[in-house]
């Protein structure tokens, strides 16, 4: 566990290098569940897993976007789009 300091406490480094150490952190401690969420946006706009990958240069493979994809279409199918019919209409 790591030993949480008081900004007080940190008066060596100067805000601006503060304030771009706290917002690395928070992208680090924050970042794959951000990555995850705007994934799942992208899908839900109707982007496919493959562009998706693409889209995010393979930091998730695309095996793993389409199974994050997969999961929260079945857990939430009024939330994309309706797929095109295979009623043989074009």
């Given at each position: 566990m790591g030993?949480?300091?008081?900004?007080?406490?940190?008066?060596?480094?100067?805000?601006?290098?503060?304030?771009m150490l706290e917002t690395a952190a928070d992208n680090y401690v924050n970042g794959p569940e951000r990555l995850k969420a705007?994934?799942?946006?992208?899908?839900?706009r109707g982007d496919k897993p493959?562009?998706?990958?693409?889209a995010i240069a393979y930091a998730y493979?695309?095996?793993y976007v389409a199974r994050l994809v997969r999961e929260d279409r079945k857990?939430?199918?009024g939330a994309y789009p309706e797929s095109p019919s295979d009623d043989g209409e074009p």
């Open positions: 030993t949480i300091l008081e900004p007080e406490t940190l008066t060596q480094v100067d805000p601006e290098t503060r304030a705007a994934i799942l946006k992208s899908a839900r493959g562009t998706i990958a693409r493979t695309y095996d857990a939430n199918p």
